[in-house]
């Protein structure tokens, strides 16, 4: 394999670790043009932030492609993974870099990074712990990769798990969950990333930034009216009365 890689991506020029990967002379070259990418032919391509599934035939035709994924695969496959690992009150997240093959998310592991996290990090947070640790991380990788030392091991299908795309459907509360699950569900769509996770009430959206406070009540029944207090709401869920900070209505 060459030294370098053509570094295929969603992010612009001024992104850190695609800074850092043309500094570092990493990579021959940043490609974000999708017309670009589809005439390349007999590669090294590495891609980062790149959302679209490329076909069969334009992955057999390159040297090798590779994928940094921000999930600890076989875990996560899919779209949105930091969204949904926090929406399941996961302890850490990671990246994977792994080689492209048809089934998306599905090819042999050449390194993984994991990240822990904080009771109190949201999606913005966690996307910022990420690129800081990537920023050190992919060029190591790559590097390794290039000289021959990494050798790549399969996934063990059993442990995989896949999770589809979410969108502004997905991202209403349920106010028959407990407050800890709501916490996880808030932290997973907070702003700016998203609007924010949302209540419905009265034909209303109301959405959420975070929580400020919370009173647990073990005979509670959750409750739909609202009250307001300037940025704020009280909603009662099934386990407590929660105190939100709301965003916009």
């Not at 994991?114 to 690129?131: A, M, Q, R, W, Y």
């Not at 920023?135 to 059993?158: F, H, R, Y």
Request: charged letters at 25%.
């Amino acid at each position: 394999m060459e030294p370098s890689f053509l570094l295929v991506t969603e992010l612009g020029q001024d992104d850190p670790v695609v800074a850092t990967l043309r500094n570092l002379q990493i990579i021959d070259k940043v490609i974000s043009d999708s017309s670009e990418v589809e005439a390349l032919v007999d590669r090294n391509i590495v891609l980062y932030s790149w959302g679209k599934i490329l076909p069969e035939e334009f992955i057999a035709r390159q040297r090798i492609v590779l994928n940094v994924h921000n999930s600890l695969l076989p875990r996560y496959r899919g779209r949105h993974a930091f969204t949904w690992a926090l929406i399941h009150g996961e302890r850490s997240v990671g990246y994977t870099l792994h080689e492209v093959v048809k089934k998306p998310d599905a090819g042999d592991i050449y390194a993984q990074l994991e990240i822990l996290l904080e009771p109190d990090d949201d999606i913005n947070t966690v996307f910022k712990k990420g690129s800081e640790n990537m920023v050190k991380w992919l060029p190591t990788q790559l590097k390794s990769i290039s000289a021959g030392q990494l050798n790549p091991i399969k996934q063990d299908e059993t442990l995989a798990t896949s999770f589809p795309r979410r969108g502004l459907s997905d991202m209403e509360i349920n106010l028959d969950w407990d407050h800890l699950r709501i916490s996880n569900f808030i932290r997973a769509h907070a702003p700016p990333y998203t609007r924010g996770a949302y209540i419905r009430s009265f034909g209303r959206l109301f959405f959420v930034e975070k929580i400020l406070s919370y009173d647990l009540k073990e005979d509670s029944k959750p409750n739909l009216d609202i009250s307001r207090s300037k940025d704020c709401i009280f909603v009662q869920c099934a386990d407590a009365l929660l105190e939100l900070k709301i965003s916009s209505i």
